[in-house]
């Protein structure tokens, strides 16, 4: 048995949104599935702060696995390790929300000034943080599981993933490389932005790379949210972000609906295609009292509350749909269209 085989044989795929600190969510959602230990898991696809907790699980497994450990110790391993990171991104929080160092005026200067001026020096300490907390050579090495980091590729405008030996601290910096605070990652020739734009996170590569039907989706940006006509700019510009970061999400749910309903009307051979299973863990409902405003705030004592928010919904997923993994999907559409109804014929 493997630090990732649960006893149950259960498996999942875990596809984990970026929010900025609402990653701690997810965190607590990870944190929860790990607690229980009934799942294992296949493959994860992350982008932004989902890419960060994406290496952060990798990494401690790969650790475990190298240590010899079993299951649950493994698990152990890796609850700590993603409360260590979130605890160490509080303390970051709590040190630029004292201090006005660069990094805490960035997006006061973007305003009008373009990153490579207002921060000429790429100034970003989750970088220091992540390379203190993750080796990236056994990252990318490690076998335990399947890792999938999505970033936007400048040049092209389209999405790529990086995975196995492209696994990099670079690649996870592009994944959540907001254009208008920092300045683009470059990897090799190409520089990358932040990667949703383009998958928020990428379902495809789940569906290639791994054997495992199911796929949970924790997602942290609002689908639907309420909006008034007299909105500011601010709120306008949160709202636009939002919708443009679930549009590439959106797009991969339908195709995956399309393809599952060819299959269960027997117009596609299961053979040749793979009957997705979606599940969610929706932050949204959690979320939606601090606003996307909050996704910037990363003190200590909102990054830990946060995190027990996703430890709430993540032991409350598993009350409810446990039993669906393996046999159906249990996550409503995401991408029914209301349509208005025909006009009445007038006599």
């Given at each position: 048995?493997?630090?990732?085989?649960?006893?149950?044989?259960?498996?999942?795929?875990?596809?984990?949104?970026?929010?900025?600190?609402?990653?701690?969510?997810?965190?607590?959602?990870?944190?929860?599935?790990?607690?229980?230990?009934?799942l294992g898991f296949e493959g994860a696809s992350g982008t932004s702060a989902g890419a960060m907790n994406v290496a952060v699980l990798a990494h401690a497994l790969a650790r475990a696995h190298e240590g010899g450990l079993d299951f649950p110790q493994a698990r152990d391993a890796a609850r700590a390790a993603l409360r260590r990171f979130w605890d160490k991104v509080?303390?970051?929080?709590?040190?630029?929300?004292?201090?006005?160092?660069?990094?805490?005026?960035?997006?006061?200067?973007?305003?009008?000034?373009?990153?490579?001026?207002?921060?000429?020096?790429?100034?970003?300490?989750?970088?220091?943080?992540?390379?203190?907390?993750?080796?990236?050579?056994?990252?990318?090495?490690?076998?335990?599981?399947?890792?999938?980091?999505?970033?936007?590729?400048?040049?092209?405008?389209?999405?790529?993933?990086?995975?196995?030996?492209?696994?990099?601290?670079?690649?996870?910096?592009?994944?959540?490389?907001?254009?208008?605070?920092?300045?683009?990652?470059?990897?090799?020739?190409?520089?990358?932005?932040?990667?949703?734009?383009?998958?928020?996170?990428?379902?495809?590569?789940?569906?290639?790379?791994?054997?495992?039907?199911?796929?949970?989706?924790?997602?942290?940006?609002?689908?639907?949210?309420?909006?008034?006509?007299?909105?500011?700019?601010?709120?306008?510009?949160?709202?636009?972000?939002?919708?443009?970061?679930?549009?590439?999400?959106?797009?991969?749910?339908?195709?995956?609906?399309?393809?599952?309903?060819?299959?269960?009307?027997?117009?596609?051979?299961?053979?040749?295609?793979?009957?997705?299973?979606?599940?969610?863990?929706?932050?949204?409902?959690?979320?939606?009292?601090?606003?996307?405003?909050?996704?910037?705030?990363?003190?200590?004592?909102?990054?830990?509350?946060?995190?027990?928010?996703?430890?709430?919904?993540?032991?409350?997923?598993?009350?409810?749909?446990?039993?669906?993994?393996?046999?159906?999907?249990?996550?409503?559409?995401?991408?029914?269209?209301?349509?208005?109804?025909?006009?009445?014929?007038?006599?």
């Amino acid at each position: 048995m493997t630090p990732n085989s649960p006893v149950t044989g259960k498996t999942l795929n875990l596809a984990l949104q970026g929010g900025g600190s609402h990653g701690a969510f997810t965190a607590g959602v990870l944190d929860a599935l790990l607690e229980d230990g009934r799942l294992g898991f296949e493959g994860a696809s992350g982008t932004s702060a989902g890419a960060m907790n994406v290496a952060v699980l990798a990494h401690a497994l790969a650790r475990a696995h190298e240590g010899g450990l079993d299951f649950p110790q493994a698990r152990d391993a890796a609850r700590a390790a993603l409360r260590r990171f979130w605890d160490k991104v509080g303390l970051l929080g709590n040190f630029v929300a004292g201090v006005p160092l660069p990094t805490a005026m960035l997006t006061m200067f973007t305003q009008w000034l373009p990153p490579a001026l207002a921060n000429p020096l790429g100034i970003n300490p989750l970088r220091r943080l992540l390379l203190r907390e993750i080796d990236f050579d056994l990252l990318a090495r490690q076998r335990q599981l399947k890792v999938f980091v999505s970033a936007t590729n400048v040049r092209t405008g389209r999405g790529e993933v990086f995975s196995g030996e492209r696994l990099s601290v670079d690649a996870v910096m592009a994944s959540a490389c907001l254009p208008t605070l920092f300045q683009a990652v470059r990897i090799g020739d190409d520089h990358y932005w932040d990667g949703g734009y383009s998958g928020n996170p990428a379902i495809y590569p789940l569906i290639y790379k791994t054997k495992c039907a199911d796929v949970l989706l924790v997602q942290i940006n609002p689908i639907e949210a309420p909006y008034a006509s007299d909105a500011g700019v601010v709120e306008i510009m949160e709202r636009v972000n939002e919708i443009t970061f679930n549009a590439s999400l959106l797009a991969e749910m339908r195709a995956i609906e399309f393809v599952s309903r060819l299959l269960g009307e027997g117009r596609l051979d299961p053979a040749r295609y793979k009957d997705v299973l979606l599940h969610r863990v929706d932050g949204g409902a959690a979320l939606a009292e601090f606003g996307a405003a909050s996704k910037s705030r990363t003190d200590s004592l909102f990054v830990s509350r946060l995190y027990d928010l996703g430890r709430a919904a993540g032991h409350a997923w598993l009350q409810a749909h446990f039993d669906d993994v393996g046999l159906r999907s249990s996550m409503e559409k995401l991408t029914r269209h209301k349509t208005n109804p025909s006009p009445k014929a007038t006599s």
